[in-house]
């Protein structure tokens, strides 16, 4: 049996995260989605990663992830892991956050 991985991208202050994970369901909270189980690449050889270091470093005590369903871009189901990412949100790529709604003040 093959077990499942996919591949979250989500909008951060501006940024485009791309994770891979083991699993992703609802979250209890209401309108989040739960990553969990988060997977980097092995730290076995001499070439590092530094963006993926980075991302290591920043989710290394995190159990999961409540991600708000309007940062989301996309979640893939994968055959493999690939390279945990940050990219400029802002650099021409052609993705766009969902509107929010617009509230009066």
């Known amino acids: 049996m093959s077990r499942k991985l996919y591949k979250v991208v989500f909008l951060n202050h501006g940024k485009v995260y791309e994770l891979y994970a083991k699993r992703v369901s609802s979250s209890d909270l209401w309108g989040f989605t739960c990553v969990s189980d988060l997977e980097f690449a092995p730290r076995d050889g001499m070439l590092v990663d530094p963006t993926e270091e980075k991302l290591r ?48 003040t």
């Open 57 to 104: 470093e920043e989710f290394a005590r995190t159990r999961s992830l409540h991600l708000p369903m309007q940062s989301i871009v996309r979640i893939e189901e994968v055959d493999e892991r690939g390279t945990a990412a940050i990219r400029d949100g802002a650099s021409g790529d052609k993705i766009i956050p969902m509107p929010l709604p617009h509230r009066s």
